[in-house]
T-cell receptor, first 111, second 113 residues
């Protein structure tokens, strides 16, 4: 079973702090995507990383795809209360055509 | 452009009853997904369609869950009979193709009492 394990599962930090969320798998992915989900809504795409070693920046968010395309990370600089939500990595394991989500990281940023 | 439509928004049933969810994807999207999401966890793929064919249903409890996608457009997901552990949010999503950006509906929150 292909799994995407995220860590940490929960994170509660003060406004202005930095944080990193990890997404790991034993499978290779052709690409990985990061989503954010707010209560009562479906996940919304933040970014797609495709190439091993790729780094993408989206304002205060930095996404990295591992060289072996088995892991990814999301770094948030100077977190704000508006960053609060459930962060999910997702992708299609190589050799399959299904699309799976990670276990999720619930982030709460306190003002 | 209209988004992914799901109904109903909420459903409360007793265990052993039946329930059905409906999804209308974005026009032209070939891939349709049904996910089950337990509160605070990541969505779990139940079934994935490519047009009207099944790509993956390995985690669909086939003794009680069924799904179909008629004419490669709308889809329904049925649970019969429901169990307490089926209480969750059922999300439908569509994408132009495999592993492309997924667009989600608002989900159906199911409570089984």
């Amino acid at each position: 079973t292909q799994l995407l394990e995220q860590s940490p599962q929960f994170l509660s930090i003060q406004e202005g702090e930095n944080l990193t969320v990890y997404c790991n798998s034993s499978s290779v992915f052709s690409s990985l995507q990061w989503y954010r989900q707010e209560p009562g809504e479906g996940p919304v795409l933040l970014v797609t990383v495709v190439t091993g070693g790729e780094v993408k920046k989206l304002k205060r968010l930095t996404f990295q795809f591992g060289d072996a395309r088995k892991d990814s990370s999301l770094h948030i600089t100077a977190a704000q209360p508006g960053d609060t939500g459930l962060y999910l990595c997702a992708g299609g394991p190589s050799g399959t055509y299904k699309y799976i989500f990670g276990t999720g990281t619930r982030l709460k940023v306190l003002a | 452009e209209a988004g992914v439509a799901q109904s109903p928004r909420y459903k409360i049933i007793e265990k052993r009853q039946s329930v059905a969810f409906w999804c209308n994807p974005i026009s032209g999207h070939a891939t349709l997904y049904w996910y089950q999401q337990i509160l605070g966890q990541g969505p779990k793929l139940l079934i994935q369609f490519q047009n009207n064919g099944v790509v993956d249903d390995s985690q669909l409890p086939k003794d009680r869950f069924s799904a179909e996608r008629l004419k490669g457009v709308d889809s329904t997901l049925k649970i019969q009979p429901a169990k307490l552990e089926d209480s969750a949010v059922y999300l439908c999503a569509s994408s132009p193709g495999w592993a492309e950006k997924l667009f989600f509906g608002s989900g159906t929150q199911l409570s089984v009492l």
